[in-house]
């Protein structure tokens, strides 16, 4: 199993920065199919036009004045999002967008997908529509003259303007669409309600399915968010069915155990790095003194998500008489065990 996951540069200027966590370094991602890259934008920081193989959620990590664009496949126009810290914004297959920060700091969003399409298992490709490194520089300018009904000049005009690559920056005297205030496309995380009382307000679980949230299911994806305060513990879960889960650190640091039938982990985790729970093993984290924060997707719209704890445990549910035999104790320790079971939180705080 790999241990956390850290990103390297895609690309680098001025206007910001891409970083991708890529298979070749970390061979599990291909393996499982899931893939992740993280994007910065400096103020009127501009992200080209583009699609990409993997569908893929992205998680507002900072910023306040985010802008994005999609354009869903066979429409003819487009849609303009804004984008603040907390929000929720998937991109299904297909999905063209751009991305730009007209806010005065920095805007940070991170992308977890599912690569089973993917060109490359394990990593994001991006097909890009405009400037050097758009697919129409890869036809002949004949070809592209002749599709779009251009002149010699006209067709150098459309294919060189743009010498930018992926990100740069737009000028101030250069305007982009307004956002719609309202929108069905995004979704804030940090201000939704989560799934259940916690005990002392130790921290929250907020899961976010298609019930909730109607365009996250054409993404194929489910979007966690857990928040533990300072010490905190979030009890084991598991998911029950054949998906993965990949997590991303989004502040703090700690400790995340990953247990299945053959091997474990016990991994010290910091803001910034990634790690994968493979299918059907059980995760458990412990935060730092600064508390932990995780973002994460799961590759199903309605995945199966057993506690270890709590009145809905598979523990809580087996009969006396197998809790027993299968512990080995006592009635009385049995019946200790399962109302400590029964009244455990899915987080616990320090003092609990």
Request: with cysteine.
């Amino acid at each position: 199993m790999e241990q956390p996951m850290n990103p390297k540069p895609f690309t680098e200027v001025e206007a910001g920065s891409y970083h991708k966590w890529l298979p070749s370094e970390y061979p599990l991602l291909a393996r499982n199919k899931v893939a992740a890259g993280r994007l910065l934008l400096r103020p009127r920081g501009f992200v080209v036009p583009h699609y990409a193989d993997c569908s893929k959620v992205g998680y507002v990590l900072q910023g306040e004045n985010g802008v994005a664009g999609l354009v869903f496949p066979s429409k003819s126009d487009e849609v303009v999002v804004n984008l603040k810290k907390g929000d929720l914004i998937p991109v299904p297959n297909g999905v063209s967008s751009w991305w730009f920060n007209e806010g005065d700091s920095d805007l940070e969003i991170i992308f977890l997908g599912e690569s089973k399409n993917a060109h490359v298992p394990g990593d994001i490709s991006y097909f890009v529509l405009s400037g050097p490194l758009s697919l129409l520089h890869g036809f002949s300018p004949e070809y592209v003259g002749k599709t779009y009904s251009l002149n010699g000049e006209e067709t150098t005009q459309f294919l060189k303007s743009q010498s930018n690559a992926l990100i740069f920056s737009i000028q101030q005297t250069q305007s982009l669409p307004k956002p719609s205030k309202f929108s069905k496309f995004v979704y804030n995380i940090d201000a939704a309600a989560p799934d259940g009382r916690v005990k002392g307000g130790a921290g929250a679980v907020t899961t976010v399915t298609e019930s909730k949230f109607p365009f996250i299911g054409q993404s194929g994806l489910t979007a966690i968010l857990e928040k533990l305060d300072a010490n905190a513990v979030r009890s084991p879960v598991y998911v029950a069915e054949p998906y993965d889960q990949l997590i991303y650190v989004a502040k703090g640091r700690g400790k995340i155990q990953i247990v299945g039938s053959s091997s474990k982990i016990d991994a010290e985790v910091k803001m910034g790095q990634l790690i994968l729970v493979p299918k059907f093993f059980a995760v458990g984290k412990i935060a730092g003194e600064d508390g932990l924060e995780c973002i994460s997707i799961i590759t199903a719209t309605h995945p199966v998500v057993e506690e270890l704890a709590g009145k809905t445990s598979v523990l809580e549910a087996l009969s006396p008489e197998i809790f027993q035999v299968s512990f080995n104790v006592t009635a009385e320790f049995e019946k200790l065990l399962r109302s400590k079971i029964t009244n455990a939180s899915p987080v616990i705080g320090s003092s609990d």
